[in-house]
């Protein structure tokens, strides 16, 4: 009796323990990845191959692996093309308070343009600006249309 009962115990504990551990895990369906966009449904292009724009985790501003990969682009891009300035918006989807997204969009227009400038382009060339939930890119109110929305964009300004 003891010995079933024990093993009842440390199956129930086994199952738990799984459960939990696959709720744990990001989660990586179609466009999102964890919670940042990778599809390119919204992306526009500086130039050909040089997307204009890098995503965000929810309440984040550092740069993910694919955002520093489109950074370099854009750097090699801005290299190349000496008298091009730009811009840097910072975005942040509808969630949380305009004062809070604001300063939230500033941070990760901060966060692109000094990883801009460590590829060798001029804080000179660079201006940022942060639109905070005021420009959505996708108006809807879904976890996709939050996840583009979370975006820093680099625009033409010359």
């Known amino acids: 009796m003891t010995l079933k009962t024990n093993l009842k115990n440390i199956l129930l504990v086994i199952f738990t323990t799984l459960v939990l551990s696959a709720c744990s895990t990001a989660k990586k369906s179609g466009d999102i990845d964890g919670d940042v966009y990778t599809g390119k449904e919204t992306v526009e292009y500086l130039a050909s191959?040089?997307?204009?724009?890098?995503?965000?985790?929810?309440?984040?501003?550092?740069?993910?692996t694919k955002s520093r990969e489109t950074l370099?682009?854009?750097a090699t891009f801005l290299r190349k093309n000496k008298?091009?300035?730009?811009?840097?918006?910072?975005?942040?989807?509808?969630?949380?308070t305009r004062e809070y997204n604001l300063a939230l969009g500033e941070r990760r227009a901060n966060a692109a343009r000094d990883y801009l400038m460590t590829y060798g382009i001029s804080g000179k060339r660079i201006s940022v600006i942060s639109y905070g939930k005021e420009k959505p890119v996708n108006p809807k109110s879904s976890p996709v249309a939050w996840s583009q929305n979370r975006r820093s964009v680099t625009v033409k300004v010359n």
Request: hydrophobic fraction near 30%; proline fraction near 3%.
């Open 49 to 64: 191959g040089v997307p204009d724009r890098v995503f965000f985790a929810t309440n984040k501003s550092s740069l993910t």
């Open 72 to 74: 370099r682009k854009q």
């Open 83 to 96: 008298n091009l300035n730009v811009t840097i918006e910072g975005h942040a989807d509808e969630r949380g």
